[in-house]
């Protein structure tokens, strides 16, 4: 998948909405309207946050009769569930180095850490 492609499936996934919308249509297609009811916007401002992720692949329409039923395209989440899985592995192992190395300090005793005792 090309850096713009990518950049749009993540820019349309930062919006609540079109996440809540995507989570949905994971269960199975679902009309326009299906898709507005637990949302408190108009169907107008539920088309834009469709229109966005179907831009960036993430859903497709089609027309049956006078609805539009929308499907989750799972193709543009498997590529950036790729992208972030190749990040995972590298931070993955960067943790394991760290951890390694802090194994091989030795450990600082706590107590003696900023406290004072008093002269008696």
């Known amino acids: 998948m090309r850096e713009a ?3 749009q499936v993540f820019a ?5 909405t079109r996440r ?8 199975g297609e679902a009309t326009v309207n299906e898709l507005a009811e637990p949302f408190e916007m108009t169907q107008p401002s539920i088309s834009k946050h469709l229109k966005v992720l179907e831009r ?3 859903i ?7 609805t539009r039923p929308c499907r989750l395209e799972p193709a543009a989440l498997g590529e950036a ?10 931070w993955e192992d960067s943790f ?9 300090k030795p450990k600082k005793s706590s107590t003696s ?6 002269a008696k």
């Not at 349309?12 to 609540?16: G, I, Y």
């Not at 809540?20 to 269960?27: G, H, M, P, S, T």
């Not at 850490?113 to 008093?118: D, I, L, T």
């Open 81 to 90: 569930a790729s992208w972030i899985d190749a990040y995972r592995s590298l």
């Open 96 to 104: 394991d180095k760290l951890d390694a190395f802090l194994k091989t």
């Open 5 to 7: 492609d990518l950049n």
């Open 56 to 58: 960036a692949g993430l």
């Open 113 to 118: 850490k900023g406290k004072k005792h008093a």
């Open 20 to 27: 809540a919308i995507v989570a949905r249509l994971a269960n």
């Open 60 to 66: 497709s329409r089609s027309r049956a009769a006078q």
């Open 12 to 16: 349309a996934l930062a919006d609540p």
